[in-house]
């Protein structure tokens, strides 16, 4: 076989790529809820959830959460995950806190007693401690063990614009708050064929909330992350997405920058970390199309 041969064939097999049969299933779900760029009245409740770990739900939740800021939105972050990634990448010592999103789920703390404020003007969050981690098996016998987030939420959303809520990669109960407590889902999406079948899982799981807990519920955006252009796959599985989902993938592609990967351990979001890097540029135009222009309120 000739390298001319070879590459032909790569090509050939990069094009045959298909969408798995779990996510083919799926589609009406998606499809039933509006795009994220439609008009919608604020205050905006977003659970940015993944299962697959390392997909870049984290790096979402945070920069996005941060360019909502910076447009003016008032805007919290809740880390519901029990590594408190979001809380570091924002500057928060886990290890240091007094009261965490534990407290609110388990002791009935009010979310505005757990709230932080950041390096980034309108922009606060609500940490996790890794207390979280047992979180999942205490909540099992509490009283409306899946509305807790919301109950919480409830008390201080009029206080924001956006409320986005990074989920733990996992489908148990603390992610089960997070849909029921959201209107919105968004999710965060790497151009790989693994990715593409968790994508299914969450969804049929997005529909069990729907019909259980939160007929609300629309997934409204999927964000294509760590797109790697250099890659004919990353092409492939991008096309077949929106060829899927239509306007339910945003048009902002986030690529994947070591700059991004850098952030966090400063403690930094990327619009402050390193403001015209790839991956600050990529945020930014994604959160004016998350935002879709509303303005922000009054008062």
């Not at 890794?130 to 807790?148: C, H, M, N, Q, Y």
């Not at 997005?206 to 760590?226: F, Y």
Request: with cysteine; charged share 20%.
């Amino acid at each position: 076989m000739t390298p001319e041969d070879a590459v032909s064939e790569s090509d050939s097999a990069v094009s045959a790529v298909k969408l798995p049969a779990n996510l083919m299933e799926v589609g009406a779900v998606v499809e039933g809820g509006k795009p994220i760029s439609s008009g919608r009245e604020l205050p905006r409740v977003i659970a940015v959830a993944n299962q697959k770990g390392g997909v870049g739900k984290t790096t979402t939740a945070v920069n996005l959460s941060a360019c909502l800021a910076e447009l003016g939105y008032r805007t919290l972050v809740i880390d519901l995950d029990p590594q408190g990634n979001a809380s570091t990448g924002l500057g928060i010592d886990p290890r240091a806190l007094d009261v965490s999103m534990y407290d609110v789920l388990l002791q009935d703390l009010p979310l505005e007693d757990c709230v932080e404020g950041t390096a980034v003007k309108n922009l606060f969050i609500a940490p996790a401690s890794l207390d979280l981690a047992g979180a999942e098996i205490e909540l099992v016998p509490a009283f409306s063990r899946e509305l807790k987030l919301r109950t919480a939420i409830n008390s201080v959303k009029d206080d924001y614009d956006f409320v986005l809520i990074d989920c733990p990669p996992s489908l148990g109960l603390l992610t089960v708050n997070a849909l029921a407590a959201a209107t919105e889902v968004l999710v965060p999406i790497q151009c790989e064929y693994y990715a593409l079948e968790g994508l299914g899982q969450l969804i049929r799981n997005v529909d069990l909330v729907q019909r259980s807990l939160n007929p609300a519920l629309e997934v409204s955006a999927i964000v294509l992350v760590m797109y790697d252009a250099r890659t004919k796959l990353a092409d492939q599985v991008a096309m077949n997405v929106r060829e899927h989902f239509g306007e339910k993938v945003c048009r902002q592609v986030v690529p994947r920058t070591v700059r991004l990967s850098e952030a966090p351990s400063f403690g930094q979001p990327i619009i402050i970390f390193d403001p015209s890097s790839r991956g600050a540029i990529a945020y930014r135009q994604l959160a004016k199309e998350v935002s879709g222009g509303t303005p922000q309120r009054v008062g």
